[in-house]
């Protein structure tokens, strides 16, 4: 299979490329072309010199160089070069940034441990739908001009990430040169796994020219992608403890074989136009749309609640190493255990509309800038699931650290039944659910910007407010239909869709495991015959499933209305310590945050109204307001060398999600449980300092070395705790009622403090000064190490790993070689990342849960690039991903208690031709 797969790889290299050959109208344009498309200058087109990486290498470096804050960033010809199709990937190679990789593509980005990254486009705070940011994966890399990573802020830029800010910038006409510019491209992606060819297609339209009125700009840029992917994956979740034979053991929860596959298209828009009438006065006004419409498939074999079999019995137990963790059992029921094949399907779309327009003004010692925005944006998912399983199945078997996989994975049995009879089959349980958000946000801006001198210490001042207001709603409802015939689970002959059941499986070396499903898109495609189906076979359950979507959830929801307003002010100083020249910022930042949310209360009914359940309204507030102050100094030994210094705070405001004032009452538990919100979230604080020493030489050439000293506070966890009578009292349980003097409340709470150390160094540079063809080649290496990453919970630490903080990884490393010239260049690219904890598993009592917490092995990835242009206006390009074919291995526990599983990563090979006039 390997072997077959690697063939097709190969061939589908080989017809990618020669598509490129003869498909010279299009391209990726405007992100591989050469460095015109972002010169100013108004020389004619004759005269630019194309820099090709060279040219991205150096304005990467030379904006390091310049900038007041810790900032790297990745220019648009450094994504063009490799096969990076989205934002997180080309931030991959970013010093200090780490990404997750899911379904075809990049995902998620932390920035030096942490995950609460701010987005901001082309400057301006922009989210999406309720949460606190945009995804960076459907935002594509041909409309991108740069991407910026600022790892400290500055009083003058927008709170609202304690990890740091990921700035995109797109695309302005007058990044271009004057006159007509075309550019665009078209590129084809094979991976070795769905084993589908993803389109790729790019187009920008961009124009200058004077006129009586001044000098004018427009352009279009436009993208549409469709990723294909398809991803195997075993694994097991949520370890548990149980008693058996008077001996407690831990037990996963739930294991499983799954095939996780579908495809993402994401169309994307943004037209520009810009208007120069003076020097000294320019306007900006643009808009723009990113979208992505995703049908994801889930299939999977599994067996679950292995630690509560109820009447059931266990057997053939064998334990790990430390005496306790189950490594393999057989669980057998004669009622039937909690096992079957599950298909989902899941229809998700996102929709981002912004809008935004500037106004620049500036005399020789004043500038002043506004700026108003308004952006809306929806993003929703519709789901069906359908449970099957063999009638009779009683019993299954589970080897949790199985040689299904190199590094141990679930291996599953179901005893006394086949799975490849179909006529065995019965439908267990459909499910279908749908939700949302939608967010509408209004912000405006102004800055007043003073030159005081260019000599005394104070060089200038700065100060600004900006007020934005954003309202947002979630909503989300679900339903669970059981059918059934003489009270068994109705045969699956019955069910729509039944002709097209068929064989499926996941493709991973040493699983033979194989089982029956309708595939999910044939489910929601007979949604009206599925409904009429669960009306007729479960009649309890036929009033839910008589409208055309699921009934709302109201207790997840709900809308919020919030308002901020922020003022700041800083000084640009400089002066000479001695010969030595030092300059930098120091500023203060106000900001206050405001509003209101609503949700509902369950309460158990009352004899009175029938023992119904009593749904209210519920109501929520907060305000807070903080002092952000930061500092900033760079020491020029040299114009090359140079120290740079800075503390900077900044402020992370919990989601709306987290804060909705919902409330359950569970008052059958004794003592009585609350589950709810908690709009009395606090922000999550931080502050930071940095210090980088860096060396600038050569045409993109530097040498740095980092370190930085974060500390946050305010970190969340969800959780049970105990609560007074008097706090249980505010949801109107009498706890005395119930025979307790305490009850339990079940939410999310800023739980404590987080303290974050670390390194990073960052070597490159071409190596002009090597004679002949060795000239060409360049080298870029960097590396990161967290020396601390702790989060500091509530309770004492009682196992190693138990304050490890999520999503952080101690090491993460680059190494990319170059070869350049103005015809060919080429690039190889390697990237490292060491294991690192996902999440909590945390019960009433904690420590066990946690200390099994899932954990990601290390990931390591190879990508090449080799580019050609034949002609002056074309680039032909073959690149490769994942070379190595890794894979993602996980685990329970930081010491590895158990094997969690593998999921496996397609390794990709793609052809592109990009052309620009």
Known sequence: MTSLKILKLSTALSSIFA??????????GQIGAASELSDQSDAPKADIVVTGVRGSVEAAATKKKNSKQIVDSVVSEDVGKLPDNN??????????????????QGQSVTIRGLDQVQTTLNGNNTNLGDGRAISLSDIPAELLKQVDVYKTRSADQVEGGIAGTVNVELRRPFDMKKGLTVAGSLRGSYDDQSEKVSPYGSLLIADRFETGIGEIGFLLNGSWTKTNYRENYIDSESPTKTVIGGNTIVIPYRAQYGIEQGNVKRPSFNAVLQWKPSDKLDFVLEGGYIGSREKRSVERLYVQDMPYIGTGSYSDIVL???????????ISNPNGINAGIDSQYNSLHTNLYTTNFEAHWHSDKVQINSSVQYNWSNEGNYFVESILRPQGLTSASVDFASD?????????????????????????????????????????????TLQLSDTSLLRSLQVGGRYNQRRTSRYYGYRDGLPEVNDQ???????????????????????????????????????????????????????????????SDQGQTFSSNEKNFSAYAQLAYGFDMGTVPVDGLVGVRYTNTWGTSSSFGYRPGTPANGNQEIIEAAEGSGNYADILPSASAIIHFTPKAQLRLSYSTNVQRPNFYSMRPFFSLNTTANPPVVYAGNPELKAQRERAFDVSAEYYFGRGG????????????????????????AQMA??????????????????ERNAGDGTFIGLEGTVQSFFDFLPGVLS?????????????????????????????????????????????????????AYNYRSSYRSGFWLDGEGDDRAMYSPYYGATDRLDAAVNFTPVTFMTLSVEASNILGSDVFRYHGSQNLLPLGVRTLARTVQGSVRFRF
């Open 19 to 28: 598509v490129a050959l003869v498909s010279p109208a299009f391209a990726q």
């Open 404 to 448: 299904v996989y190199s590094k141990g994975a679930p291996s599953i049995t179901f005893n006394g039944v086949d799975v490849t009879d179909l006529s065995s089959y019965g439908v267990q349980r459909f499910q279908d659910n749908r939700g949302g958000s939608k967010n509408k946000e209004f912000a405006a801006q102004s800055d007043l």
């Open 730 to 747: 505010a949801y109107g349980i009498n706890v005395a009622d119930y025979g307790a003097a305490f009850g339990y409340i079940e939410q």
């Open 702 to 725: 530097q040498i740095s070395f980092a370190g930085y000293y974060k500390k946050a506070t305010g970190f969340l966890l969800y959780s049970r705790e105990q609560a007074s009578a």
């Open 87 to 104: 934002v997180p990937e080309a931030l991959s190679r970013v010093t200090g940034v780490q990404i997750d990789r899911a379904r075809g």
């Open 320 to 330: 790990q190493p430390d005496g306790r963790t189950v490594r393999s059992l057989t």
């Open 489 to 551: 689970p109705a045969p699956l002959s019955l069910f729509p869709g039944y002709d097209t059941a068929s064989l499926v499986g996941p493709d991973i070396s040493g699983s033979t495991a194989q089982w029956y499903r309708i595939p999910g898109s044939v489910v929601l495609s007979h949604i009206d015959e599925v409904r009429a189906f669960i009306r007729q076979y479960n009649p309890d359950n036929a009033a839910r499933f008589s409208s055309i979507y699921p009934p």
């Open 776 to 828: 060409n080649f360049g080298v870029s290496l960097n590396a990161s190490h967290i020396l601390k990453a702790r989060v500091e919970y509530d309770d004492e630490e009682s196992f190693p790993g138990e304050f490890d903080s999520p999503n952080t990884s101690k090491w993460t490393a680059n190494a990319t070689l170059f070869y350049d010239t103005p015809k060919f260049s080429a690039r190889v």
